[in-house]
């Protein structure tokens, strides 16, 4: 359980730093925060008076909750999968699960979806926090959201959204480590390791950017339903000369404003932008999730296996 926590957190963090930059582009997409922006301010709108080393720094908004969240969540996302692997596994007909025996995929995708459901008390508050510091102008520290969120809701506040997110990561998971799984053993058949350290790093690349954008394919209208519920009253107005209706009616003085459900979300970006709206981003986000998971399995599998001693990462053993 030990390594399977600082190996997840480790591979968790690392993944973070590398993708960020995207990560912001396509959370700015989904929110919609990129409408009517030029493309010169994509990083931030007065990057252009900017020294070179803040626009630099830009690309890493909202990145502080992440890497403290997602290598926390990679963290328990490990050991509750693998514990629920093994525990699935013993239970299926045919009683003693050996090391050598795989599991069925069927069962590898339960696990991943038992971890991702696992996930949700830290991922909740983290997505949150990230992509409204993401999408805030000015610029706000992941620090200073927090501490808005928590004054106005207190512990309610910060799993704004929380209902969509379970769901997103259940589901997401699920197919994270099917996808893995299934890849894996083709890659593995296809072309033997037989103790060539190059070609099992090749594979272990692959397989986890294969992993990636499989994951997020299955799930990216709800990530984009998700980042629109938790950045509503980020959004910016409509261009104009369009017919855009606002996802919120005003709320009356001096009456706390309503807090959209997921449902009134995706019910409202279908009429205004089309079915078009649940995939924006996605080639962005793709191209992310394929270098994110691959170095993020490859820091996994070798930490696991050079730290700790313990070969075959997860899923098969």
């Known amino acids: 359980m030990s390594a399977d926590f600082w190996a997840g957190y480790l591979s968790g963090a690392i993944g973070i730093i590398i993708g960020n930059p995207l990560d912001l582009l396509k959370t700015r997409i989904q929110a919609g925060s990129l409408r009517s922006t030029p493309a010169s301010a994509l990083v931030a709108p007065s990057d252009a008076q900017r020294p070179p080393l803040s626009r630099w720094t830009s690309l890493l908004r909202g990145a502080a909750a992440p890497i403290l969240g997602y290598g926390a969540l990679n963290a328990l996302l490990f050991v509750t999968y693998n514990r629920s692997l093994a525990l699935l596994s013993s239970s ?13 995929l069927a069962v590898i995708w339960t696990a991943g979806a038992i971890g991702g459901l696992a996930t949700f008390v830290v991922s909740a508050p983290t997505e949150l926090v990230k992509c409204r510091a993401q999408v805030s102008s000015p610029p706000k520290s992941s620090l200073l959201v927090a501490k808005e969120l928590w004054s106005r809701g207190g512990v309610r506040g910060m799993y704004l959204g929380g209902g969509i997110t379970s769901v997103r990561d259940a589901v997401g998971y699920g197919f994270y ?6 890849s894996k053993r083709y890659m593995y058949s296809a072309f033997p390791v037989d103790k060539n350290q190059t070609q099992e790093a090749v594979n272990v690349l ?3 950017g294969l992993a990636g954008v499989v994951t997020w394919a299955t799930i990216f209208p709800l990530d984009v339903i998700k980042t629109r519920l938790q950045t509503h009253d980020f959004l910016l107005p409509s261009p104009l000369g369009t017919s855009r209706q606002p ?26 932008e089309g079915i078009g709206v649940f ?14 998971n691959a170095v993020q399995w490859a820091v996994y599998e070798w930490t696991m296996t050079r730290v700790f001693g313990i070969k075959g990462g997860v899923a098969s053993g």
């Open 177 to 182: 480590f099917w996808s893995y799984e299934l």
């Open 247 to 272: 996802l919120l009616s005003p709320a009356p003085e001096p009456t706390k404003p309503v807090t959209p459900s997921a449902l009134s979300i995706a019910r409202s970006a279908y009429a205004n």
């Open 279 to 292: 995939f924006r981003g996605l080639g962005v986000c793709s191209a992310r999730a394929f270098v994110v």
């Open 206 to 208: 692959l397989c986890g």
């Open 92 to 104: 299926t007909p045919g009683g003693d699960h050996e090391a050598s025996e795989q599991p069925s």
